[in-house]
């Protein structure tokens, strides 16, 4: 498990550079499609951040994955908050067909800057403040 974190990092990694591919190609992603990247590319990057601490997760949606991060790093509540909302934009876990959503402007615009956030957070935890891509500080020491 000493380096499996970083094919969970590597795919939140392809998640965000999918959505910035197409923005700065001038594509635009249908609001739902931008919110469900987001989302899948947040979970890989929590889910790096805990096995890189050889934590296997418990829960899948975003608030518990920031909780299990937290027993091991802090996190700003501001950012915690803004993944209770993301959660809450639709009912994943409903035993029923859920209604399909219409994403307004701002809560697309929250989660794609909630994205970011959670990548950099992971950044900094898998490779350190001044880390780049690719030069994990754990890897050296586990391999």
Not at 5 to 29: C, Q, R, T, V
Not at 56 to 70: K, R, S
Request: with cysteine.
């Amino acid at each position: 498990m000493a380096n499996d974190w970083k094919k969970y990092y590597d795919e939140g990694l392809a998640y965000m550079n999918s959505l910035k591919k197409h923005i700065d190609a001038g594509k635009n992603f249908s609001p739902e499609l931008k919110y469900n990247i987001c989302t899948m590319g947040m979970e890989k990057f929590f889910i790096s951040i805990l096995i890189y601490y050889e934590m296997i997760p418990f829960h899948h949606t975003l608030n518990a994955l920031a909780q299990d991060v937290m027993e091991f790093h802090d996190m700003e509540p501001r950012l915690v908050d803004n993944l209770n909302k993301i959660d809450s934009f639709q009912d994943m876990c409903s035993l029923e067909i859920p209604k399909p959503r219409v994403f307004t402007k701002d809560e697309i615009e929250l989660t794609e800057k909630t994205f970011e956030e959670i990548y950099n957070l992971a950044k900094l935890i898998l490779y350190g403040k001044n880390g780049e891509d690719g030069d994990s500080k754990k890897e050296s020491a586990v391999s």
